[in-house]
């Protein structure tokens, strides 16, 4: 069997498709997983279950989470989480601290 031979950009592209790939199916399983577990926690109570979410991929993971478990018709609740100078911001309390309200 003969395989063809990539020219380095060529082999450049490939590597990134298969990178965004691999960290998305990495994120959505991270999610699930989460999901998974707080669904066992909450059990049927229905209070509504909090995802505080930071930047980055992790932040994404979160969000993941938070729609996996919509779908399982809990009631959900997600913040994101902000750090600045290393001093961690809740997502509702920085517009406040911003001078902004709403």
């Known amino acids: 069997m003969r395989f063809p031979l990539?020219?380095?950009r060529e082999l450049a592209r490939v590597e990134e498709r298969?990178?965004?790939t691999i960290a998305q199916?990495?994120?959505l399983r991270a999610g699930r997983a989460t999901a998974e577990v707080a669904r066992r926690?909450?059990?049927d109570s229905g209070a509504a279950i909090l995802v505080v979410s930071g930047p980055g991929n992790n932040g994404g993971d979160g969000?993941?989470?938070?729609?996996a478990?919509?779908?399982t018709f809990h009631r959900?609740?997600?913040t994101r989480m902000l750090i600045v100078h290393g001093a961690v911001f809740?997502?509702?309390i920085l517009p406040r601290l911003l001078g902004q309200t709403g």
Do not use: K, N
């Open 69 to 71: 478990l919509r779908e």
């Open 76 to 78: 959900v609740v997600v």
């Open 41 to 43: 926690m909450a059990q």
């Open 90 to 92: 809740h997502g509702v």
């Open 25 to 27: 199916s990495l994120m």
């Open 6 to 8: 990539l020219e380095p």
């Open 18 to 20: 298969a990178r965004s």
């Open 63 to 67: 969000w993941c989470a938070a729609a």
